[in-house]
C-alpha cells in the first residue's frame, strides 16, 4: 500500500513523544506511562493509574461514559522490544514515521489517545468506551492485560491496536510449550553398548510427537503447521555415552484445538519420559458475525476505500486474554512494515484514517 507525503499531524507528533521515551525498561515504561496519564487528563479523560509488580497501567474513561451501554474497550501496549539508540529517534521520510515502536504499537496507542480526546467532545454515544494502555504485551502481558481482565476490567467487544494493515485478525493460534527430558545410561564413548544414549532417544522422541496427526491439522486461515525444537540440552564430554538430554517445544495450535487435550496427548504417546508444562496460551477465535466485527469492518472499508479481510495470526496478543472470558477481541492497526526490526515504519496517512475508523466505528 502506498501513501502520499503528508503534513506532520498531532497523531505523528504524539507517537514521536512516546517513541523518544524509549519504553524498554520498567522505569522507561512508567515513565512513559506517567506522560500518557497527564496527557489524557489535560485532554478530559477520567484517568486510573493502577500498579502491578512494579509496572504501571492506565485505564482512562470518557466523562459522560453511560455504564448501561455497550461497552467498547481500546487496548495498547506501551512497552517495546530493545534496539540501538537511533531507532528512538523518530524521523519521517516518504510519508512513511520510522522509529522503534511506530508500527507495534506506538502509533496506534497514540492515535488511540487522540481519539478518546475527540471522544470527549461528543454527546450521547452509543457506546460506554475505555482505553486501556498495558505495559508488558511484549513480554507476554501476564502483568498487563491478563492483570486488568482477571479482576474484572472486561468488555463487550476490544480492539488490540496490533499491527496489521487494516487487515482485522478474528483468530490466534494456542500457545504450548514444553520441556522433555529423557534419560539413559552413562558409559565410556569407546563402549557405547554399554550405555544408552539419551541423546539419541530424545531425538526418536521428538520424532515420535512431531509425527501426530494434530499437529498436520490446518483451516482457513492457517495453511502451515507450527511445531518448533527451540533449543536442546545434552552430553557434558565427548568421549561419554550422555545420560540426560532435554529439549523444548514451542507449537502453536489450531483455535479449535484443546491446549489441555493436546498436552495430554503428547504425555500418553510418550510414556515415561518426563514432559514439563513451560507456558499455554489459549487461542483466540471471533464470530464472523459478530455485529461490532462486522460494523468495524464496514467503516474501515469506506474509509481506506480498501478490501479488508478477516486473517488468523500465527503469533499470539493480548486479545487472548479476553478471549478467555469469553470477550471478543481483535488486532486491528495501522499500516506499516519491519516490526521489532531496524527500520520500522508506519505511514503517517494511515495513522490519520486509523482515527478516522476508530472516530466513526464508536460515534456510529
Known sequence: MKY??????????????????????????????????????????????????????????????????????????IDVVPGGENVFKPKIENGKLFGRGSYD??????????????????????????LVLVPDEEKGGQDGTKFLVDNGYLGDFVICGEPTNYDISIQSKGVLQVEITVKGKSAHASRPWLGENAIEKAMDTYKKIKSLKCFEETNAFFSEKSFNLSTINGGSVINQVPDECSFELDIRLLPDQSVEEIFN????????????????????????????????????????????RFIGQYGTADTRFYSEYGVAAVEFGPVGAGHHGPDEFVYVQSLNDYRKILNEFILN
Not at 496506534?108 to 475505555?130: F, P, R
Open 105 to 130: 504499537m506506538l502509533g496506534a496507542v497514540a492515535t488511540m489517545m487522540i481519539v478518546m480526546s475527540d471522544l470527549t467532545k461528543k454527546d450521547s454515544l452509543k457506546y460506554n468506551v475505555s
Open 265 to 308: 496427548l503428547i504425555k500418553s504417546e510418550v510414556p515415561n519420559i518426563k514432559i514439563s508444562l513451560l507456558r499455554r496460551g489459549e487461542p483466540v477465535m471471533v464470530d464472523e458475525n459478530n455485529i461490532f466485527l462486522n460494523r468495524l469492518k464496514t467503516i474501515a472499508n469506506k474509509v481506506t476505500k480498501g478490501d479488508i
Open 4 to 77: 502520499p507525503e503528508t503534513k506532520e499531524s498531532v497523531e505523528v507528533e504524539l507517537t514521536k513523544t512516546l517513541i523518544s521515551y524509549r519504553p524498554v525498561t520498567s522505569t522507561e515504561i512508567n515513565s512513559c506511562m506517567d506522560y500518557c496519564s497527564k496527557w489524557l487528563q489535560e485532554h478530559g479523560l477520567v484517568v486510573e493509574v493502577l500498579e502491578n509488580k512494579g509496572l504501571k497501567i492506565i485505564v482512562a474513561n470518557l466523562p459522560n461514559n453511560c455504564k448501561d451501554l455497550p461497552k467498547v474497550i481500546l487496548n495498547g501496549h
